[in-house]
């Protein structure tokens, strides 16, 4: 059986002075008065809050894990001990097939609507940024967001329809109890021109479809009912262990989510305020981790600070650098933090938190810290120590059979929903009370093909009717200059082509001829005449020659020769058309080179095949 002892001591470090090594840590009730840590990316802050969230969980103590790397959140289920395996939720929104449900604005009473709608708006406008947020859409929204929180099962993705769908809105507004939300809807939205709905509305809505658009987020703001119920798991002492990597969620999604799950963990904090002090002092802290909190650090999140400690919410964050910080969040942290860490730090934050640790240490210690090394100010029994120097303790090490498997399977199977459920769901919703739009009589859309009774007759036609003219109307002359000569080249364009006579036989080379003939294997050609005349014997014997000769001039390839021998090859026709021989051309070799070439004849028989068609 748990029992809260608040003396217990969380072990995070080990003192350096004077070469002695002696871990210390903080007990239970000085956590509630929070910690801050403070340093440079890779000096040691991840290993000391993971030592710690260890320790807690092998202590049965209720913990929230925010992890915007995600790095840290996997390492962690490698310490779960089965007897705490049915005890976590693993929140990994990336999950797409087994998306977990998580709606902020479920169940919220009367009094909590306020806090949840400034802590959406808070964490839109650390999103966004105030100078893209305008006062009007901020109102606008608001009130949008105070009307979805008196409906039952409420939702972000309410929030464009409620703007756009009146059937919808009329719905929303009917159930609205609070006169002053009720009365902007009635007697102010409805009067809006239409030019200022549409520089407002618009706004709104491409901001929010940032996320709604998103099937991710979509999966899971879009249902009305919570996988887990965040009261319950504080009161028995659950795990939450969140997931939210920036490379596989985005910045701005992981930011939004992250930024609801921390309102939602202060409202439920808030909700203990309806127990006496005795039954309040019964029930166990619940400690909150949110690394790189600067992501998540609204305006809102300075009244956590301020009002958590009252319902034994103890909040553990870390980040980089001071400049990170709102004005009003770095007032709140330096104003209501009980115990602050520093490693190696940057010179500005230096020079500011040197007010802090002086004249202990100045801002030249403060950034020549090594790696795993810490000046702290230590909440002891409810008093700030003097600064002093410290190293971290060295990572616990995992058990020997890690159940991470496990935890993600049963976190899996008993908080997540199919995506096919889900997103049927989300569609049904959508479906429900939406205004059908008026039909448009000028514009009627035509019966599908299947299921026309009567269709138009099919016009066949050639190629020419492409170029037809629409027909001209009776007694209308065309111009002569123009209408003339292009009806008389379309009476040219549409006569046929006039066809040359298709040749008896088809042109073949004299060896294809002379296969084709061996292969008609002892075939006697059928007479067709007398014969030739010895003057058509004679014209088509020279003819050929000609031919044949012509094809003999042809140059032929030759390899490449040096670049003195080309000089030279082009050289010798210059010398020879001007009549003068170079020397050495009385050589045999250029005497056979002058020798014109033998003409070739056609044997007889072959011509005389010919002229009588044989095949």
Same mark, same amino acid.
């Given at each position: 059986m748990y029992l809260y002892d608040k003396n217990r001591i969380t072990y995070f470090a080990?003192?350096?002075?004077?070469?002695?090594?002696?871990?210390?840590?903080?007990?239970?009730?000085?956590?509630?008065?929070?910690?801050?840590?403070?340093?440079?990316?890779?000096?040691?802050?991840?290993t000391c809050i993971e030592n710690m969230v260890v320790q807690d969980i092998k202590n049965g103590e209720g913990i929230a894990f925010i992890d915007p790397h995600g790095k840290s959140a996997a390492l962690l289920l490698d310490y779960i001990p089965p007897e705490r395996l049915k005890d976590v939720v693993y929140f990994a929104p990336f999950d797409t097939d087994n998306p977990i449900s998580f709606n902020v604005m479920e169940d919220v009473g009367p009094d909590k609507r306020h806090l949840i709608a400034n802590g959406l708006m808070s964490a839109f406008k650390k999103i966004w940024g105030p100078e893209t947020f305008s006062s009007r859409m901020e109102y606008i929204m608001m009130n949008a967001l105070l009307a979805l929180l008196e409906y039952p099962e409420s939702t972000l993705l309410g929030v464009s329809r409620m703007l756009t769908d009146k059937a919808y809105r009329k719905k929303i507004v009917d159930n609205v109890k609070d006169p002053s939300v009720k009365a902007?809807?009635?007697?102010?939205?409805?009067?809006?021109?239409?030019?200022?709905?549409?520089?407002?509305?618009?706004?709104?809505?491409?901001?929010?479809?940032?996320?709604?658009?998103?099937?991710?987020?979509?999966?899971?703001?879009?249902?009305?009912?919570?996988?887990?119920?965040?009261?319950?798991?504080?009161?028995?002492?659950?795990?939450?262990?969140?997931?939210?990597?920036?490379?596989?969620?985005?910045e701005g999604n992981a930011a939004l989510l992250g930024g609801m799950i921390i309102t939602k963990i202060y409202l439920a904090a808030m909700s203990r305020a309806d127990l006496t002090e005795g039954e309040l002092k019964r029930l166990p802290n619940f400690y909150m981790y949110v690394d790189e909190f600067q992501s998540f650090a609204n305006e809102s999140f300075a009244d956590i600070l301020s009002e958590a400690r009252k319902y034994k919410l103890a909040l553990t964050i870390a980040h980089q650098y001071i400049k990170q910080m709102d004005e009003k969040v770095a007032d709140a942290v330096f104003g209501n933090v009980g115990t602050q860490i520093m490693f190696r730090v940057g010179a500005p934050d230096a020079e500011v938190l040197e007010k802090e640790y002086a004249?202990?240490?100045?801002?030249?210690d403060m950034v020549s810290l090594g790696k795993y090394q810490m000046y702290l100010k230590l909440m002891i029994d409810g008093v700030a120590s003097h600064p002093f120097s410290s190293v971290t303790l060295g990572p616990i090490a995992p058990p020997k059979k890690s159940l991470r498997e496990e935890v993600i399977k049963f976190s899996r199977e008993l908080y997540g929903h199919t995506r096919a459920e889900?997103?049927?769901?989300?569609?049904?919703?959508?479906?429900?009370?939406?205004?059908?739009?008026?039909p448009e009589p000028a514009r009627e859309r035509p019966a599908p093909r299947a299921e026309s009774t009567q269709r138009a007759p099919v016009v066949q036609r050639d190629s020419s009717a492409m170029f037809e003219r629409p027909a001209r109307k009776e007694n209308?002359?065309?111009? =002569?200059?123009? =209408?003339?000569?292009?009806?008389?080249?379309?009476?040219?364009?549409?006569?046929?082509?006039?066809q040359e006579p298709k040749p008896k036989e088809e042109r073949m080379s004299l060896s294809t001829l002379t296969q084709s003939r061996h292969s008609q294997k002892g075939a006697i050609p059928p007479v067709r005449s007398k014969g030739p005349s010895k003057e058509s014997l004679g014209g088509l014997k020279a003819a050929?020659?000609?031919?044949l000769d012509s094809e003999i001039e042809k140059p032929t390839a030759t390899p490449k020769a040096p670049p003195v021998a080309q000089e030279q090859s082009s050289l010798r026709p210059r010398v020879f058309a001007q009549g003068v021989k170079p020397a050495g051309s009385e050589s045999?070799?250029?005497?056979?080179?002058?020798?014109?070439?033998?003409?070739r004849e056609v044997p007889e028989d072959v011509l005389t095949a010919i002229l009588r068609g044989d095949d």
């Open positions: 080990e003192t350096d002075r004077r070469n002695k090594r002696v871990p210390f840590g903080i007990k239970a009730e000085d956590r509630t008065r929070h910690m801050y840590i403070i340093g440079k990316t890779g000096m040691g802050k991840s902007y809807w009635v007697d102010e939205f409805a009067k809006y021109s239409e030019n200022y709905a549409k520089e407002a509305v618009p706004g709104i809505q491409n901001k929010l479809g940032q996320f709604t658009s998103n099937p991710l987020i979509r999966n899971i703001i879009g249902q009305p009912k919570s996988s887990f119920d965040l009261r319950k798991m504080m009161d028995e002492r659950k795990i939450l262990i969140v997931n939210l990597s920036k490379g596989q969620l985005g004249p202990v240490f100045t801002a030249e889900v997103e049927k769901s989300i569609t049904e919703w959508y479906g429900t009370g939406m205004e059908a739009p008026a209308s002359k065309p111009p =002569e200059k123009f =209408e003339k000569p292009f009806a008389q080249a379309f009476k040219d364009f549409q006569k046929p082509a006039p050929l020659a000609g031919i045999a070799d250029s005497r056979r080179e002058e020798q014109p070439p033998k003409p």
